[in-house]
T-cell receptor, first 113, second 111 residues
Framework: NAGVMQNPRHLVRRRGQEARLRCSPM?????VYWYRQLPEEGLKFMVY????????ESGMPKERFSAEFPKEGPSILRIQQVVRGDSAAYFC???????????FGPGTRLTVT | TQLLEQSPQFLSIQEGENLTVYCNSS?????LQWYRQEPGEGPVLLVT?????EVKKLKRLTFQFGDARKDSSLHITAAQPGDTGLYLC???????????FGTGTRLQVFP
């Protein structure tokens, strides 16, 4: 049973470009969470999604950030017009229904130049 | 803002020693999870505790959830160099179970 998959593992973008981060949850998991880890800071919750629904986006910046979890395919975290402050490690976690256990992927390290 | 304070922040010990890491908050959590994170990798789930007062053991690691579900501890017996890493506690909040992460404890075990 493969773990949570994230790609790419490393992403370099110039200021103003778009970044797309993908997350495939573990088999049988229908809940996806995105977290961000800024340099020298802890992990911070961004958004919680179930298939085709955003359940809690209280941690998402108001502008430029969006997330989706379509019926088919991976969850996508999209950052438009990236700025240097978006440079961070972005982690996705998945959870089976009925449990609070969250299993993390290896992360995508975004560098904005 | 919910905060989870971990202590100590850094810990350097010799192989064979025992240690305890504490995780404290003023918030009540529906569950609490402990993770270990290696550089460049995602957090790896060690344990989830759900019930106040619950104690779980994983080989030489003992996890306890406080009676009021606001705090937790991780005790390692006879630490080994392989235990070196960043230990994170994370409390699950509300109906969504979003995790609030602790500030982390960086453990170094010397042979």
């Amino acid at each position: 049973n493969a773990g949570v998959m994230q790609n790419p593992r490393h992403l370099v973008r110039r200021r103003g470009q778009e970044a797309r981060l993908r997350c495939s949850p573990m088999k049988g998991h229908s809940h996806v969470y995105w977290y961000r880890q800024l340099p020298e800071e802890g992990l911070k919750f961004m958004v919680y999604l179930q298939k085709e629904n955003i359940i809690d986006e209280s941690g998402m910046p108001k502008e430029r950030f969006s997330a989706e979890f379509p019926k088919e395919g991976p969850s996508i975290l999209r950052i438009q017009q990236v700025v240097r402050g978006d440079s961070a490690a972005y982690f996705c976690a998945s959870s089976p229904p009925g449990t609070s256990r969250q299993y993390f992927g290896p992360g995508t390290r975004l560098t904005v130049t | 803002t919910q905060l989870l304070e971990q202590s100590p922040q850094f810990l350097s010990i010799q192989e064979g020693e025992n240690l305890t890491v504490y995780c404290n908050s003023s918030s009540v959590f529906s569950s609490l999870q402990w993770y270990r994170q290696e550089p460049g990798e995602g957090p790896v789930l060690l344990v989830t505790v759900v019930t106040g007062g619950e104690v779980k053991k994983l080989k030489r690691l003992t996890f306890q959830f406080g009676d009021a579900r606001k705090d937790s501890s991780l005790h390692i017996t006879a630490a080994q160099p392989g235990d070196t890493g960043l230990y994170l506690c994370a409390g699950a909040l509300g109906n969504t179970d979003k995790l609030i992460f602790g500030t982390g404890t960086r453990l170094q075990v010397f042979p």
